[in-house]
Nanobody
Framework: QAQLEESGGGLVQAGGSLRLSCAVS????????MGWFRQAPGKEREFVVV????????YYSDSVKGRFSISRDNAKNTVYLQMNNLKPEDTAVYFC??????????????????WGQGTQVSVSS
């Protein structure tokens, strides 16, 4: 079982930027897709973005496309989420997650088996 730890959340004004990091330990990081999900108060946890094992393929939700960028450094066992032009509706707890199966690539939350504790992102208007 992998251990995941997010960092980098905080409070920012609308239009600002934040960079989240997720450090992974306890498994072969480089063989698995990594995803970011978020959960706003009173809402379901929703998919944000996924990156494949090599970093060559990504898939974004429509709500963040063009504003967020995911990347990974397999040498550091870390995945990043650069968030630009933040909006109040981006306010949520952001979770990173590792896919259950090697080489899975998709947005299905049930296919991610290891999760971090989450980091709060708050965007003021």
């Amino acid at each position: 079982q992998a251990q995941l730890e997010e960092s980098g959340g905080g409070l920012v004004q609308a239009g600002g930027s934040l960079r989240l990091s997720c450090a992974v330990s306890g498994r072969a990081f480089s063989s698995y897709s990594m995803g970011w999900f978020r959960q706003a108060p009173g809402k379901e946890r929703e998919f944000v973005v996924v990156i494949n094992w090599s970093g060559t393929n990504t898939y974004y939700s429509d709500s963040v496309k063009g504003r967020f960028s995911i990347s990974r450094d397999n040498a550091k066992n870390t995945v990043y989420l650069q968030m630009n032009n933040l909006k109040p509706e981006d306010t949520a707890v952001y979770f990173c997650a590792a896919a259950r199966l090697r080489y899975y690539f998709g947005a299905d939350r049930s296919q991610f088996g290891s999760w971090g504790q989450g980091t709060q992102v708050s965007v003021s208007s």
